[in-house]
C-alpha cells in the first residue's frame, strides 16, 4: 500500500509535477510509492486551491525545552554568564516537572544561539575613570576623521623572547609522561623581552626606540626632545599637531610636564582619560607585531635578535594598517558614548 497522510513540500511538488506530466492517478502511485487516495487529493487541492505546499508543520519529537523554558534557561544565563552546564542544567531542573540532562541543555543553549566562549580581556574600569572616559568622548564626538589626522599616538609595549601556551595538548601513553618529546620547555619570565616606545600619526610611521631599562622620567624625556620633538615640528609645521601619551607616571613627571609647557607653541599635549588603551590604534599596532613575530619560519633565540625582528616588522607595516586604525576614532568615540565610559569592543 502506498504511502498516505501528510507529504514533505518536496513530495507534494513531486505529485502535482507527475500528474501535470500527464501521468494518471494509479501511475503516479505507481511511480512515487504513494496511495491513490492521496495522489487525488493533493492534485485536487492543487486544481481548486492552488495549494503549492504541503503547508506541513514541524515533524519529529517535540522539544522537551518549549518557549517559556527557553525563556527561564534565557534568565539563568543571564544570572551567571560562568555557570557550567551541568550548573544550568542543575538550576534549570529546580521546580520543574519534567527534568532534562546536560545534552538537553547544551541542544537547547545553540537553539538559542549560546555558545561557550573565552571572555572578552577588557581594563577594569573605575566609577571615577568612566566619567573621564566619557568627558572626553563628549569632547570629541564631533571630530571627524580629519581632526585625527592631526593626532600623533605613542605607547610602549614589551615583547617577549619565549611565550608559554597553556593550551597544548599532546598524545602520549601512561609511561611517557617523562618522554623528551613530550615535554614542553618553559623558561621563567618568558626568557626576557624587549620593551620599545614607538608613535604614529596618519600621515607616517614614527620611530620605534627599543628602552634597555624601566622607563623613568629621565630617559622618557631624552625620548621627547630626541624623537617626539623632531616628529612633531616635521609632520606638523603649523603647530596644529597633538600628541597623545597614556598616563604613566614618567609621562606625569614634573619635568616632562615643564618639557611640554616650554614647547605649547608648537604642538598640544592630548589630554588623555585613564585606562583608555581601547582609544589608542597603537595597540593595535602591537598586535600586528606580536602576530607577525609569532608567526616567523626561524624565531629569535636571543634579545638582539627578537630587538631587529620587532625593528624590522615595525618598518613594514603598511600604511593602509595604520591609516586604516586612525580613521576608526570616530567609531571609538561613539562607542564610549554608547558604554557611557564603560569598556568597548575595540
Known amino acids: 500500500m502506498g504511502k498516505k497522510g501528510d507529504l514533505s513540500n518536496f513530495e507534494h511538488g513531486m505529485v502535482v509535477g507527475a500528474r501535470r506530466a500527464g501521468l494518471s492517478i494509479s501511475q503516479s502511485a505507481q511511480l512515487l510509492g504513494f496511495s491513490r487516495t492521496t495522489i487525488s487529493r493533493v492534485y485536487k487541492e492543487w486544481c481548486e486551491k492552488g495549494k503549492t505546499s ?21 534568565r539563568l544565563i543571564q544570572a551567571d554568564r560562568r555557570a557550567t552546564l551541568t550548573e544550568i542544567t542543575t538550576r534549570y531542573n529546580r521546580g520543574m516537572q519534567q527534568s532534562i540532562c546536560e545534552a538537553t541543555t547544551r541542544t537547547t543553549l545553540r537553539r538559542m544561539g549560546y555558545n561557550s566562549r573565552r571572555p572578552h580581556r577588557v581594563p577594569l574600569i573605575s566609577t571615577t575613570n568612566r ?17 585625527w589626522k592631526n593626532v600623533a599616538w605613542s605607547d610602549e609595549s614589551r615583547f617577549l623572547l619565549r611565550h608559554s601556551n597553556g593550551r597544548v595538548r599532546i598524545w602520549r601513553k601512561q609511561n611517557e609522561n617523562m618522554d623528551p618529546s ?12 624587549v620593551m620599545v616606545w614607538g608613535m604614529f600619526s596618519w600621515h607616517t610611521l614614527g620611530p620605534l626606540v627599543p628602552i634597555g631599562h624601566r622607563l623613568n622620567a629621565t630617559g622618557y624625556l631624552s625620548i621627547v626632545s630626541d624623537h617626539v620633538h623632531p616628529f612633531m615640528t616635521t609632520m606638523y609645521p603649523s603647530s596644529d599637531g597633538y600628541f597623545q601619551q597614556d598616563n604613566a607616571p614618567c609621562h606625569k613627571a614634573r619635568i616632562i610636564s615643564n618639557w611640554f609647557l616650554e614647547h605649547d607653541n608648537e604642538f598640544t599635549v592630548l589630554k588623555w582619560p585613564p585606562q583608555s588603551p581601547d582609544l589608542n590604534p597603537i595597540e593595535h599596532l602591537w598586535d600586528v607585531v606580536e602576530r607577525v613575530l609569532r608567526a616567523l619560519d626561524v624565531h629569535p633565540t636571543n634579545l638582539h635578535q627578537l630587538q631587529d625582528a620587532i625593528l624590522s616588522i615595525w618598518a613594514n607595516i603598511s600604511k593602509e594598517c595604520f591609516q586604516h586604525l586612525v580613521e576608526s576614532l570616530p567609531r571609538r568615540i561613539k562607542e564610549v558614548l554608547k558604554a557611557k565610559g564603560g569598556q568597548t569592543p575595540y
Do not use: P, Y
Open 54 to 74: 504541503s503547508m506541513r508543520q514541524s515533524c519529529g519529537r517535540k522539544f522537551l525545552v518549549d518557549a517559556r523554558g527557553q525563556r527561564r534557561m534565557g
Open 131 to 147: 566619567k573621564k572616559r566619557l568627558q572626553f568622548a563628549r569632547a570629541h564626538q564631533n571630530w571627524t576623521v580629519e581632526d
Open 182 to 193: 613530550c615535554l614542553v620547555t618553559t623558561v621563567q619570565a618568558g626568557g626576557g623581552g
